[in-house]
């Protein structure tokens, strides 16, 4: 089946580790993004990319990292630096270059640090 | 910046009566999505509005572009208890080419 897929659904972290989500689709897509999603505040772009071995950030990039190294892949690494990294993490991909087609959604991370 | 605002920000109906939610850009779109986020779930795509005054239909569901393309809503008839959710628009304002979303409508229905 095509689609895109996070792992892992939950996740639990201490509070100063640092902690990589990952996510893979095999859409054959060339944009991926990454979204954070709290209570209220609908969806926030953390990073994107649209092509493989380039990325931009977006609009809270601070904290966070990632890498494109593979078309089908892209990390989401949240560092000691995030200073409120519980939230529930969307990764999505899109055909084409542009970002403002039909965007597909994978499950989601729910990232608890204690 | 570059905002889109989405009304009301819940909703309670009964089933069987309609819904909608608007959303009001403070800039020009060159197009705008609509999702729905199911509870517990991740956003799901329904549709994507190009043109001016452009209004499109799924089954219940009515979709409007307005002619300033500044405007948009999502019209549900006669809701049922599948229809709860949080819909959310996303408007492309095409001079960064990312889109903006608004903060969703959670949608409540009772049997």
């Known amino acids: 089946d095509g689609g895109i897929t996070q792992s892992p659904k939950y996740l639990f972290r201490k509070e100063g580790q640092n902690v990589t989500l990952s996510c893979e689709q095999n859409?054959?897509?060339?944009?991926m993004y990454w979204y954070r999603q709290d209570p209220g505040q609908g969806l926030r772009l953390i990073y994107y990319?649209?092509?493989?071995?380039?990325?931009q950030k977006g609009d809270i990039a601070e904290g966070y990292s990632v890498s494109r190294e593979k078309k089908e892949s892209f990390p989401l690494t949240v560092t000691s630096a995030q200073k409120n990294p519980t939230a529930f993490y969307l990764c999505?991909?899109?055909?084409?270059?542009?970002?403002?087609?039909?965007?597909?959604f994978g499950q989601g991370t729910r990232l608890t640090v204690v | 910046g570059q905002q889109v605002m989405q009304i009301p920000q819940y909703q309670h109906v009964q089933e069987g009566e309609d819904f909608t939610t608007y959303c009001n850009s403070s800039?020009?779109?060159?197009?705008i999505q609509w999702y729905k986020q199911r509870p517990g779930g991740h956003p799901v795509f329904l549709i994507q509005?190009?043109?001016s005054g452009e209004v499109k239909k799924q089954k219940r569901l009515t979709f409007q572009f307005g002619e300033a393309k500044k405007n948009s809503s999502l019209h549900i008839t006669a809701t049922q208890t599948t229809d709860v959710g949080t819909y959310f628009c996303?408007?492309?304002?095409?001079?960064?080419?990312?889109?903006?979303w608004g903060l969703g409508t959670s949608l409540a229905v009772n049997p």
């Open positions: 999505a991909s899109g055909t084409g270059f542009a970002m403002n087609t039909e965007a597909f």
């Open positions: 859409l054959n897509h060339d944009a």
């Open positions: 990319s649209q092509i493989v071995n380039d990325f």
């Open positions: 800039t020009t779109l060159s197009n």
């Open positions: 509005l190009v043109k």
């Open positions: 996303a408007g492309d304002a095409g001079n960064n080419r990312k889109l903006i």
